[in-house]
Each structure stands twice: as structure tokens, then as C-alpha cells.
């Protein structure tokens, strides 16, 4: 089955700084990539995702880049605030309907 | 509008005693889901529905676990015979596309 591994485990930056979390995957089948940041005690919120047949996307300050050549997908976090401070979570699905294998997550705290 | 809704928030029970977690969907959604996150840890797919399909119940860990998905809408995950390693947070999700998953706030498992 689908593996994904997530790193790194936990992320330490300064204010302003930009953070950049990397997964990679096993499937060359999955082909859709979301990312959820979850706050202590909350649920799982879904910040950005892409899928196969882009390359990038971007949302203000964040964006999402993937290599399908090389199974791998990074979140980038510009201009960090002490709110991006959360878990962050990478996920892939393969077509249709799918559940999502989850990478194992990244701590991020962003230090004022 | 009103999220993906779950009760109760949190479950205390004893070993050996069969609990039952309930999830709402978000209305429309035609997938919904089930995962667990262990303290610290990442989400573990359990089961899928999609609409009047077969559910995929690959994730679930042992035959003491089972869910249902009443009138494409509602859904309960029961644990039989619940043991200390089920204490966990029960999250479910649901879905009105390809992929794209919203989750519910969870049920904290703990099993003394």
C-alpha cells in the first residue's frame, strides 16, 4: 500500500522566516495532494492541496510544489506568524473517492 | 452552514465495554470517513463509504470494530470489547468531491 513519509518531524523558525515541509510517496498512482494544519485539541483543517496535473500552487503565503518524477511534495510557508505555529499534516489519494494515507506531521513553531 | 458534526466529544469507558461513536455529515456530502489519531501521532485511515457502494473497511484494526452508514447520511463506529490501546481520538470526515475532506472536531476515546 501507499506509504508516505513526512519531515522533518518538528520545525523551529523566527518570525518572518519561511518554513518549508517536505513529503514523499510510494504510489505513482496517487494523484491528489492536501495538506491540513491542526491546532492543539482541534480538528484537522485543510489549508491547500494540488493535484497530479499541476506543478504548483499558491495561496497567499502558502504554496504547494510537486515532483511526480520523484514522488515528492513540499508545503512552503512564507512571511511565518506566530499563528502558523500547528501541526501540519501531508496526505495522498489515489482517483476517485479515496481515503487519505497521512504523513506522520510536522510540528512548526514560529517564534515572535 | 453546519460542519461535519460528532458526538459524544469524549468517551470515558471501562475495558471490555462496547462504545458507540456517532458522525453528521455535512448535508450533500455523499463520502464519509473514519480515522484515528493516537496521542502525538499522525491519522490512520479505518473505513470509507461512498454512496450506495460497498464500504471500504481495509483500515479497521480487528473484528471488534465495525461502522454503518444509515440512509447515506448518519454513520456510528462501534468498538466491541474495547481494550486500553483504543484510546484514541476518533475523527471522521466528509467529502462532496474528489478528495477534498472535511473533518469533524472528534471523539476522544479513553478506554481505563
Known amino acids: 500500500g501507499e506509504n508516505v513519509e513526512q519531515h522533518p518531524s518538528t520545525l523551529s523558525v523566527q518570525e518572518g522566516d519561511s518554513a518549508v515541509i517536505k513529503c514523499t510517496y510510494s504510489?505513482?498512482?496517487?494523484?491528489?495532494f492536501p495538506w491540513y494544519k491542526q491546532e492543539l485539541g482541534k480538528r484537522p483543517q485543510l489549508i491547500i492541496d494540488i493535484r497530479s496535473n499541476v506543478g504548483e500552487k499558491k495561496d497567499q503565503r502558502i504554496a504547494v510544489t510537486l515532483n511526480k518524477t520523484a514522488k515528492h511534495f513540499s508545503l512552503h510557508i512564507t512571511e511565518t506568524q506566530p499563528e502558523d505555529s500547528a501541526v501540519y499534516f501531508c496526505?495522498?489519494?489515489?482517483?476517485?473517492?479515496?481515503?487519505?494515507?497521512f504523513g506522520t506531521g510536522t510540528r512548526l513553531l514560529v517564534s515572535p | 452552514g453546519a460542519g461535519v458534526s460528532q458526538s459524544p466529544s469524549n468517551k470515558v469507558t471501562e475495558k471490555g465495554k462496547d462504545v458507540e461513536l456517532r458522525c453528521d455529515p455535512i448535508?450533500?456530502?455523499?463520502?464519509l470517513y473514519w480515522y484515528r489519531q493516537s496521542l502525538g501521532q499522525g491519522l490512520e485511515f479505518l473505513i470509507y463509504f461512498q454512496g450506495n457502494s460497498a464500504p471500504d473497511k481495509s483500515g479497521l484494526p480487528s473484528d471488534r470494530f465495525s461502522a454503518e452508514r444509515t440512509g447515506g447520511s448518519v454513520s456510528t463506529l462501534t468498538i466491541q470489547r474495547t481494550q486500553q490501546e483504543d484510546s484514541a481520538v476518533y475523527l471522521c470526515?466528509?467529502?462532496?468531491?474528489?478528495?477534498?475532506?472535511?473533518f469533524g472536531a472528534g471523539t476522544r476515546l479513553s478506554v481505563l
Open positions: 496526505a495522498v489519494s489515489k482517483a476517485g473517492f479515496q481515503k487519505l494515507v
Open positions: 448535508s450533500g456530502h455523499t463520502a
Open positions: 504510489d505513482s498512482a496517487s494523484n491528489y
Open positions: 470526515a466528509s467529502s462532496p468531491s474528489l478528495g477534498l475532506q472535511y
